[in-house]
């Protein structure tokens, strides 16, 4: 199993960035797809998610109106489009794939992460 983030770097404030993070070894069609993010000391917290089933997206209070999540199911890819971005929204951002089958097991797997840095 394997997610691979890319699309990280530096932006100034009012700018934008796309990542990306290509999947393989499951079945990303099954899977929702999260982006985490994780600033210096703080925790990490939950931006995006995109669902399996009819590819609704929900959003952190924090991004709404500024970032929109979307996948490829057919490229295995989930991408996070990020606009106005702000200097808090400095962090390493992560991809996530999720799925809970009923009554076994979940199942969570985790990307190594890119940085995004907002600075003049």
């Known amino acids: 199993v394997q997610l691979v983030e890319s699309g990280g770097g530096l932006v100034q404030p009012g700018g934008s960035l796309r990542l990306s993070c290509a999947a393989s070894?499951?079945?990303?069609?099954?899977?929702?797809m999260r982006w985490f993010r994780q600033a210096l000391g703080k925790e990490r917290e939950l931006v995006a998610t995109?669902?399996?089933?009819?590819?609704?997206?929900n959003y952190a209070d924090s991004v709404e109106d500024r970032f929109t999540i979307s996948r490829d199911n057919t490229k295995n890819t989930v991408y996070l489009q990020m606009n106005s971005l702000k200097p808090e929204d400095t962090a390493v951002y992560y991809c996530?794939?999720?799925?809970?089958?009923?009554?076994?097991?979940?199942?969570?797997?985790w990307g190594q992460g890119t940085q995004v840095t907002v600075s003049s």
């Open positions: 996530n794939a999720y799925f809970a089958p009923l009554y076994r097991p979940s199942y969570d797997y």
């Open positions: 070894g499951f079945t990303f069609s099954l899977y929702d």
């Open positions: 995109i669902t399996s089933t009819d590819g609704r997206a």
